[in-house]
């Protein structure tokens, strides 16, 4: 089958030819259809999961979001064999799991991959456009503890994890302050943003104070390095309010000390989030967020695309 693999950290990833893993106990194989394209991808390459000393498996499958078919079964396995099926790599299982979705086949265990059927209704590059970003969305929204009539602001809002959070915060009649280019404001506001701030033209933090003197109830940071966040950004949340980061660029301590509630956020993924998100998206609930797609054979420029650090939505792959 072919591969988008690594043969140890730091190299440029190629796809290859290598051999079809098989299930053992437990496990399914999947035929993938469609595998979202996520930052944590290129980390992983770079060897960002890697624990010191410990032996990591190469030839390594890059890639964490899957939409499949199951096509074989070992003992005790949780799914059936034709079954359609979405879901995502656990990271803390990443080191140990060298089969990821980039690729034409890839095994999968209760413990190594969140899984959930995939609902009539939600096509397969649809489906792959949901767990990671879906499901950390859906997880800060449940830590930032949103109330209605509050104010957010998100900052790199249209990105996978934002396209998601917006809708989420929207939907508990949450006020929702948009950070992201300009040519992205009309995706933004329809997916649920009342404001926008283009950071290319406008100074955010000036643009924040300006329409909100008092301060925002909470921020989400999904960009930004440790000296804009704690420089700028935090500054712009309410005495009191709350402050989340994916990219570890908050210092909680400091933050405490003037009543903030503050984290660098982990996604640790659940087959239960995986159910939650199909059906959110299968009854509409839930837009699935603006994807382009891209085949295996070009997934050196899905990516590079990656890379660029500025993707609108998704990138999603297909080996149909």
Known sequence: MRAFVIDSFGRTPQLKDVPVPEPGPGEVQIRVRAAAVNPIDW??????????????????????DVAGQVTAAGDGASFEVGQEVFGMRRP?????????????????????????????????????ALPMTGGTAMALTRWLDLAEGETLLVVGATGGVGSYVLQLAAARGVRVVAVAAGEDHVYARALGAAEVIDYRNDDVADAVRAAHPAGVDAVLDLVDSREVVMGEIAALVRDGGRLATTVFAADPEALARRGVRAINFIYQATDQDMAVLADLASSGALKVAETTTFKLAAMDEAYAASTSGHVRGKLVITTD
Do not use: C, I, N, Q
């Open 43 to 64: 980390k992983v390459g770079a060897g960002a999961l890697a624990r010191p000393g410990a032996d990591f498996p190469f030839p390594y499958t890059l890639g964490f």
């Open 92 to 128: 803390g299982a990443a080191a140990r799991h060298p089969h990821g979705s980039y690729a034409e086949y890839m095994t999968a265990s209760a413990d190594t991959v969140a899984l959930a059927v995939r609902p009539d209704g939600l096509d397969a590059a649809s489906a792959a």
